[in-house]
């Protein structure tokens, strides 16, 4: 039974891999679709979000089914309750592609203000490395790379203060554009939520490894 088990929890953390492959590329295509004013590639991440919710279904049901046959215990009862956690936060990032990407109609047809440009890939960049390393931290319980997560998005927050004073002084400079900075800045304000989800993956595997629950301040 407990081979069955293992066997199942291996096929699991395989569909997490793709799912979490998928959610990252298509985050990766809403920052291009945001950088290059690309209609085609927003619509791609449009239309790529539907594979995400299929996959997202197939790990729930994966999840509940090895929960009721096997009824584990301990570090794989945990881990299934951090999957199950852990599959939202993807499927959440993969609706906040959705959201940058539909920031592409902030220029216009026009290319990014190239400042404005480096610091939200700066940005993206830093927000991408971290669903990657959460996702890694999950899949091989590894408790480090969870922590560095957590410090990571200290980093992405001085990114999005950074960005808003940017905005905040093109909106004095330039107020007849206002309506575009405040677009821009929703695109900044969905990246900082990507990090936000990876926090949470990287805290559900802290969780997981040995049962601290670090949110809120706690552990």
Known sequence: MKIHLQRELEQLKKNV?????????????ALRAVNESDTNLATQVRDRDREIDILE???????????????????????LIAVLKMNNDLERIGDLAVNIAAGRRCMGGDSMPPSFAEALNAMGEKAQAMVRKALESLIALDQVKAREVLAADDAVDAHYREIVEMLRGEMTRRPAEAEKMICWLLVAKNLERVADQATNIAEDTIYTVDGTIVRHGLG
Do not use: G, T, Y
Request: with cysteine; hydrophobic share 50%; proline share 3%.
């Open 17 to 29: 891999f793709h799912l979490s492959s998928v959610v990252e590329q298509n985050l990766k295509l």
């Open 57 to 79: 279904v197939k790990v729930e049901e994966e999840c509940l089914k090895i929960l009721a046959l096997h009824q584990p215990v301990a570090v794989d009862l945990r881990f």
